[in-house]
């Protein structure tokens, strides 16, 4: 199944991978219809789905909310990354960001997004932040905010320090670093700013105006459950001895696991 509404090059395209996400995708579609309505900037912006062949009630949400998508698949994937380097193959924005089925726009948001990305084109900056607001499933509280400003670049080689749904990234430098690798099913995001760092060759523009609140038991969520964490343990010191050596994925990996420690204290004992 595939629909494809091509207008022309695009400024931004926002990309909103999912699978089986009844429960949320409404709510993250309608979210960038209400911000598309307020802005007037269907001219610029383009709403690309992608969805994994879902089988519960997620296509027919997709279907009833196609105003402001402007293009469409549903076949089958190899997982998260393969479906985001189907968006950016497809995109024609000349930024690109990720906002997945359980994530959604602060209000206001898109505007601050164009003016910043009119801005980071000007000045050729390759990727551009806001933050990001971590939110807990059910009440929706805020629990955290992420943004770049207050992580920084420097710890980039310990953790993912980009807060990658608020995050913007130029399309020329997705293609040029070939998107995502698709053998890493979970921190490949990471991998490839890893990528993109490394070779020192991108400036950043970093901002902590909040862009995206994201539900804090995403795939990446390393306090689901212990199998979970393993995972993402496994990829991120694999990831790291690939980028940065023996000694600095030991090192890091050691940190990270005082950092859980702690937040299992925390929600058990409430004693740290």
Known sequence: MCYQNTEGKKLLSIITVCLNSEKTIERTLRSVHQELEATKAWNNVEHIVIDGKSLDGTLEI???????????????????????NKGWRMASGEFVMFLNSDDYFVTGALKSI????????????????????????????????????????????????????STLVSLDLIRDYDGFNENIKISSDYDFFVRVFKDKKSKVLASNQQWVLMQSSGASNQYQSHNTLFKIERELFFVQLKHFGLRLAIKSIIIRFISHFKYFMRSLFNVF
């Not at 997709?62 to 997982?79: C, L, Q, R, T, Y």
């Not at 910043?116 to 805020?142: H, M, P, R």
């Not at 400003?149 to 993912?160: A, C, D, T, V, Y």
């Open 62 to 84: 997709i279907k009833a909310n196609m105003k402001f998508v402007s293009k469409f698949v549903s076949e089958p994937d190899s997982g998260i990354f393969s479906a985001m």
């Open 114 to 165: 164009i003016d910043t990305a009119q801005f980071a084109k000007q000045q050729k900056y390759k990727i551009f932040t806001g933050a990001t607001v971590l939110f807990s499933v059910g009440d929706e509280k805020s629990v955290n905010q992420l943004d770049l400003i207050s992580f920084g670049l420097k710890h980039l080689s310990r953790h993912n320090s980009i807060p990658h749904p």
